[in-house]
């Protein structure tokens, strides 16, 4: 059975860092683009990183450029999420998901979602 497991979100003080991580079960992660979005309360959902199975391209949204960062560990099936410079608007539930595809979507549409882990940023 498919399954996607986030862990590593927490309680953090502005500016600091931390770094999430994904497991995937019963599929090979580096074969598909890997997605990690968030969800703030009150809010839709948000997609802020994607990173393309095989070539590894990766891709941003503009409110987590240069502060996040996408990356795998294919030999563990696990992909991360490094986020540093934090901010009080980061405070969200994070999930990680999968495409059945390489190709990061243009429209972040995904089909294969863990259960979310919390990230709060304050002080």
């Known amino acids: 059975q498919v399954q996607i497991q986030e862990s590593g979100g927490g309680l953090v003080q502005p500016g600091e860092s931390l770094k999430l991580s994904c497991v995937g079960s019963s599929f090979v992660m580096a074969s598909f683009a890997i997605g990690w979005f968030r969800q703030a309360p009150g809010k839709g959902r948000e997609g802020v990183a994607c990173s393309s199975g095989r070539d590894g391209v990766t891709g941003y949204a503009d409110s987590v450029k240069g502060r996040f960062t996408i990356s795998r560990d294919n030999a563990n099936n696990t992909a991360y999420l490094q986020m540093d410079s934090l901010k009080p608007e980061d405070t969200a539930v994070y999930y990680c998901?999968?495409?059945?595809?390489?190709?990061?979507?243009?429209?972040?549409?995904?089909?294969?979602w863990g259960q979310g882990t919390q990230v709060t940023v304050s002080s």
């Open positions: 998901a999968t495409k059945w595809s390489p190709r990061c979507p243009s429209n972040w549409m995904f089909d294969q």
